[in-house]
C-alpha cells in the first residue's frame, strides 16, 4: 500500500515537472525581443554588414574619406512656362454690338493686323453720318474763316467777328478729328465715308502676331464694350518663372544658365539663362520669383502654364562628394554604405547603410548631402557598394 502511494506521487511530480519546463519554453519565445542575456535581437539592430579582408579582397570594396570637391554646385528649383505680357493679347472690342462672323479657330496661327471677326452695330451708322454733316459744315466754317481774316488783314473787319468764326473753325476741325479718330479706332477708312462709302459693321483685327487661345464667345451673341471675345499668345518669347527660397537666393545672379525638365512631357532637357530677379517675397511661400529665358531652337511644344524642375548651375564650390559607384539607389532613395566599425583582431569591417541627397554630378564625382549628421572622417565604400546593397538585400529577404 505505501508503495503504491509513492509511485503516484513520483508520476504527479515528474508531469509537473514537464508542465512547467513547456509554460517556461513559451514564455521565452512570447517575449522574443531580448535574449536571456538581455541583448537586442536581430530584428532591433540596425541593419549592418560584417566583411572579412578576404571578401573586401574578392568583390573588390575599397573604403575612403568623403573629400571635398571643387563641383559646379546647382539649385533645384520647381516653376512654371509663362509668356511676358506684351506676347499675351485679350482680343477685346471698342463699340457693343453683335458678333456677325468669327474668322479663325482655336490653335489658328495669325499675324498682326489679321480680320479676327466681325461686329455689327446700328451706332456706327450714327456716327458716320454725324461725320458727314461736320464734313459739309466745315466747307462753310472755314469759308467764314477765311473771309473774316482776310477782312481783318485789311483793317475792314471787327476783332469779335474774327474771333467767333476762328473758335467756329477750331472746333469744328476738333469734332471732325475726334469722329475720325472713332472710326479709325473701329478699323474703318474714314477716306472711304467721304466718298459715300458706308459702314454698318467693323472688323476685329488681332493686336499682336501668335496663336489663337480659347474663344469666349459665338456668332450672334451680343458682347458689351470692353468684353474680351479670345485671346491670343505669342510662344516665341515664352520663358520659365523659377520660386526661389531665400537660403539660395544669394547664390542666384543673372546671366547664370539653368537646364529645365519638362515633368508632364518624358522629362525632356532644355536649357535658358536667367535675365531677371524679383525684388520682393511672394506673400504665401516667401520665395522670390525668378524668370529665365528659355532656348527653344529644337521648336519643342512649349506651352504657358507647364510645370517644369530647374538645375540653376551657381558656380564651381567646394563640396563634400564621392566617386559615383560609391551611391547606389534603392526605391526611389539614394545611399552610401559607411564604415561604423573595424575589428582589431580579424580586421573585420562593419558596413552600415546611410541615406544621402544626392546634387552635380562632375569628373566621376557625385554632390552628397548626409540626411543624418556623420561621425566625423567617417569612411565610405568608395567601390564596391553595389555588392553590399544587394547582400543587405539578400540578408533581409532570409530575415
Same mark, same amino acid.
Do not use: W
Given at each position: 500500500?505505501n ?5 503516484? &506521487?513520483?508520476?504527479?511530480?515528474i508531469?509537473?515537472? $514537464?508542465?512547467?519546463?513547456c509554460?517556461?519554453?513559451?514564455? #521565452? ?8 542575456? !538581455?541583448?537586442? *535581437? ?8 560584417v /566583411?572579412?579582408? !578576404?571578401q573586401m579582397?574578392? +568583390?573588390?570594396?575599397v573604403t575612403?574619406?568623403i573629400?571635398?570637391?571643387?563641383l559646379?554646385? +546647382?539649385?533645384?528649383? #520647381? ?7 506684351? =506676347?499675351k $493679347?485679350?482680343v477685346?472690342?471698342?463699340?457693343? !454690338? ?11 496661327e ?6 479676327l471677326? *466681325?461686329?455689327?452695330?446700328q451706332?456706327?451708322i ?6 458727314? $454733316? ?8 472755314q469759308?467764314?474763316?477765311d473771309r473774316?481774316k482776310?477782312?481783318?488783314a ?7 467777328s474774327?474771333?467767333a468764326s476762328?473758335?467756329?473753325?477750331n472746333?469744328?476741325?476738333s ?6 479718330t472713332?472710326l479709325? @479706332? ?11 462709302? *458706308? ?5 476685329v /483685327?488681332?493686336p &499682336?502676331?501668335?496663336?489663337?487661345? @480659347?474663344i ?7 458682347v458689351?464694350?470692353?468684353t474680351?471675345?479670345?485671346? +491670343?499668345?505669342?510662344?516665341?518669347k515664352?520663358h520659365?518663372?523659377?520660386t ?14 539653368? =537646364?529645365?525638365q519638362?515633368?508632364? %512631357?518624358?522629362?525632356?532637357l532644355?536649357?535658358?539663362?536667367i ?8 506673400n504665401?511661400s516667401k ?8 532656348? #527653344?531652337?529644337?521648336?519643342k511644344n512649349l ?6 524642375t ?9 563640396t563634400?562628394? +564621392?566617386?559615383?559607384d560609391?551611391?547606389?539607389r ?7 554604405f &559607411? ?5 582589431v583582431?580579424t ?5 552600415k ?8 554630378t562632375?569628373l ?6 548626409? /540626411?543624418?549628421?556623420?561621425? @566625423? #572622417?567617417?569612411?565610405?565604400?568608395l567601390?564596391g557598394?553595389?555588392?553590399? %546593397?544587394s547582400?543587405?538585400?539578400?540578408g533581409?529577404?532570409?530575415?
Open positions: 500500500m508503495f503504491q502511494r509513492y509511485k503516484q &506521487i513520483t508520476v504527479t511530480f508531469i509537473g515537472l $514537464a508542465l512547467a519546463s509554460s517556461g519554453k513559451s514564455g #521565452n519565445e512570447e517575449a522574443g525581443s531580448k535574449d536571456p542575456t !538581455g541583448a537586442e *535581437t536581430a530584428e532591433e539592430m540596425p541593419a549592418k554588414l /566583411l572579412t579582408p !578576404g579582397e574578392t +568583390v573588390g570594396i575612403g574619406p573629400v571635398q570637391k571643387n559646379d554646385s +546647382v539649385i533645384k528649383a #520647381n516653376g512654371q512656362l509663362a509668356v511676358p505680357p506684351q =506676347n $493679347a485679350d477685346s472690342i471698342l463699340s457693343g !454690338g453683335i458678333i456677325s462672323h468669327i474668322s479663325v479657330i482655336e490653335g489658328q495669325v499675324k498682326r493686323g489679321q480680320l471677326a *466681325t461686329i455689327s452695330n451706332d456706327l450714327k456716327i458716320q453720318q454725324d461725320y458727314l $454733316a461736320a464734313k459739309n459744315n466745315f466747307s462753310y466754317v469759308a467764314e474763316y473774316q482776310q477782312l481783318q485789311a483793317g475792314a473787319g471787327t476783332g469779335k474774327f474771333q476762328e473758335a467756329t473753325y472746333a469744328e476741325r469734332r471732325i478729328a475726334s469722329y475720325e472713332q479709325s @479706332q473701329l478699323g474703318i477708312s474714314a477716306a472711304k465715308i467721304s466718298n459715300g462709302h *458706308t459702314e454698318s459693321q467693323f472688323p /483685327l488681332s &499682336i502676331g501668335g496663336t489663337v487661345g @480659347q469666349t464667345s459665338n456668332t450672334g451673341a451680343f458689351q464694350p470692353g474680351s471675345i479670345m485671346e +491670343v499668345v505669342d510662344n516665341s515664352i520659365c518663372d523659377l526661389i527660397f531665400e537660403k539660395d537666393l544669394l547664390h542666384v545672379k543673372l546671366g547664370q544658365t539653368v =537646364n529645365f519638362l515633368t508632364n %512631357q518624358d522629362n525632356q532644355i536649357t535658358g539663362t535675365n531677371g530677379i524679383n525684388k520682393s517675397f511672394e504665401e520665395g522670390v520669383t525668378v524668370h529665365a529665358v528659355i532656348n #527653344n531652337k529644337s521648336q506651352i504657358p502654364g507647364m510645370y517644369v530647374a538645375l540653376i548651375s551657381t558656380g564651381k564650390r567646394l563634400s562628394a +564621392v566617386p559615383v560609391a551611391v547606389v534603392s526605391e526611389g532613395r539614394q545611399f552610401i &559607411i564604415v561604423v566599425a573595424e575589428n583582431k580586421n573585420a569591417i562593419t558596413f547603410k546611410a541615406e544621402v541627397a544626392t546634387g552635380v562632375e566621376g564625382y557625385i554632390q552628397i548631402k548626409p /540626411l543624418e549628421p556623420l561621425p @566625423q #572622417n567617417v569612411k565610405v565604400a567601390k557598394a553595389f555588392y553590399l %546593397q547582400k543587405a538585400a539578400g533581409a529577404e532570409e530575415e
